[in-house]
């Protein structure tokens, strides 16, 4: 990938990824305020697409610099490297999964690497 889409596109993530920790602490601000419980908490193992330990690195504080979701960990599970990562507020353990690799998708392209 070439250094200008790399340019355009790093802004873009950090736009992106801004309007999630809004969107997120929205979420644990509605939970916290009404008396409605709407936590759905789970542990998840969520299979990383990078290999790279700075993509894992980056990946997993940008997690848990999001409301609602802490990296736990790593592990490696069949030769591939895991995060473990606790959530709050997704229905269910796909839900969170996609989630999550939205996010890792996007952070790579954001930094111009596929893996």
Same mark, same amino acid.
């Given at each position: 990938?070439?250094?200008?889409?790399?340019?355009?596109?790093?802004?873009?993530?950090?736009?992106?990824?801004?309007?999630?920790?809004?969107?997120?602490?929205?979420?644990?601000?509605?939970?916290?305020?009404?008396?409605?419980?709407?936590?759905?908490? @789970?542990? +998840?193992? &969520?299979?990383?697409?990078?290999?790279?330990?700075?993509?894992? #690195?980056? /990946?997993?504080? =940008?997690?848990?610099?999001?409301?609602?979701?802490?990296?736990?960990?790593?592990?490696?599970?069949?030769? @591939?490297? +895991?995060? &473990?990562?606790?959530?709050?507020?997704?229905?269910?353990?796909? #839900?969170? /999964?996609?989630? =999550?690799?939205?996010?890792?998708?996007?952070?790579?392209?954001?930094?111009?690497?596929?893996?």
């Amino acid at each position: 990938m070439n250094r200008l889409a790399v340019t355009w596109r790093l802004p873009w993530f950090f736009v992106w990824f801004t309007a999630e920790v809004f969107r997120s602490s929205g979420v644990v601000m509605r939970d916290i305020l009404t008396p409605a419980a709407r936590a759905t908490p @789970r542990v +998840v193992r &969520l299979q990383v697409r990078s290999q790279s330990d700075a993509a894992l #690195t980056l /990946l997993a504080a =940008l997690i848990t610099l999001t409301p609602g979701t802490l990296t736990l960990g790593t592990r490696t599970h069949e030769g @591939r490297r +895991v995060l &473990l990562v606790h959530t709050m507020y997704h229905p269910d353990g796909e #839900t969170a /999964l996609s989630s =999550l690799h939205d996010m890792e998708d996007r952070m790579l392209r954001a930094f111009g690497t596929d893996r």
